[in-house]
């Protein structure tokens, strides 16, 4: 039993088969007929022009950001992002940029506060050319259409771009009920990965205009992402659309069970205002090293972080499975 992360998920056996019989060619000359119906696919569903596979979310993440900035320029990024908080300082690293904070209210920008954010024109200061967001968000909340459309009004009267760090964006549409591409059409480049909830073993996927996926072809070679017959894996995430999307709800059906039941367990503190996902947050009142003493009776979850514990279900957690976590967490704490 492994409640630390979507990303534990396994290609299913339908990825497996079809892995065995994937078209496949070499993608760095446009070859690869799976890799380009993948690509395909993911436009349409997220009604952006064209599409490019990549090797990983953080990669994706990267590689918007190397092309939508250039050297010396400043981006704007929520506190709590994934893109400044779990991706290693790389946009300084790899695109010379520096990462502008923003206070993060209940994970979205202050839209007070987001304006200021933007430098103005003067010999001292960097270029604001991008604003990070993030739906859904890693802290278990999904962020609404109105606010992502607010957001996008702003950056472009201040004439900046927007990346939307779309990791789990399918989780996010199906908690607000709306398709995919309306929570995409307030960005201008998006970044969706497979490896997650969608099973699928590698690869994510960046979207945007025709002319931001030709700049960023290069960009991705120029990263090391020209992964020649990638159709093996793109094939896996053909099979996740088609197979394991429209299942995703059960994910967050089965976390707001997780959530019901530790809720009855004396010590533990359900963080209820972010459970619009596959993901429950909570804190104990005892410190109490959870990861190991749960490891014992076989159950995987990760250590605290920021003095939090995170549980995620997905394709492969049971009932059960929820039920004997919850005994076995009421056997530790009681
Ligand atoms: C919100 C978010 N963005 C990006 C990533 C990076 O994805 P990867 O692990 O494929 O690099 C993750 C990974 O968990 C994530 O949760």
């Known amino acids: 039993m492994d409640f630390r992360s979507d990303t534990v998920t396994k290609p299913t056996q339908a990825m497996r088969r079809a892995m065995m019989d994937a078209p496949v060619g070499d993608d760095v000359y446009g070859d690869d007929p799976s890799v ?10 997220l009604g952006k022009e064209a599409a490019l596979f990549v090797p990983s979310g953080t990669f994706s993440n990267q590689l918007a950001i190397m ?6 320029d400043e981006i704007l ?45 003067d010999i001292h200061y960097p270029r604001t050319s991008l604003v990070c967001m993030e739906n859904a968000h890693g802290s278990g909340r999904v962020v609404a259409l109105d606010k992502m459309a607010q957001v996008y009004k702003i950056a472009k009267e201040k004439g900046a771009n927007v990346h939307l760090d ?4 399918f989780n996010a549409a199906v ?38 996926i030709d700049k960023a072809l290069k960009y991705r070679k120029i990263m090391g992402g020209g992964m020649r017959q990638a159709g093996v894996l793109a094939v896996c995430g053909l099979v996740s659309l088609d197979e394991v999307l429209p299942r995703l709800e059960e994910d967050h059906i089965l976390a707001n069970y997780l959530a019901l039941g530790l809720e009855e367990i004396e010590g533990i503190e359900v963080a209820k205002d972010r459970l619009d996902l596959n993901m429950v947050f909570f804190t104990l009142k005892d410190k109490v090293d959870l990861a190991q003493e749960l490891l014992k009776r076989g159950i995987l979850v990760n250590p605290e972080e920021e003095g939090e514990y995170r549980l995620v279900t997905h394709i492969g957690t049971s009932r059960e499975d929820v039920d004997r976590l919850v005994l076995a967490l009421k056997e530790i704490l009681q």
């Open 67 to 72: 092309t939508h900035t250039q050297r010396g």
């Open 166 to 169: 779309g990791a789990r964006i």
């Open 175 to 212: 908690h607000l009920g709306v398709e995919a591409k309306e929570i995409a059409q307030y960005a201008d480049s998006i970044s969706v990965c497979l490896s997650k909830g969608l099973s699928a073993p590698v690869g994510s996927v960046l979207l945007g205009s025709k002319e931001f």
């Open 36 to 45: 380009n119906k993948l690509q395909e696919r993911m436009a349409e569903l």
């Open 77 to 121: 990024v929520l506190e709590d992002a994934h893109i400044f908080f779990h991706e290693a300082g790389a946009p300084g690293l790899l695109s010379g940029v520096n990462m502008r904070q923003a206070k993060s209210v209940s994970s979205c920008y202050d839209l007070d506060e987001l304006p200021s954010l933007f430098r103005d024109e």
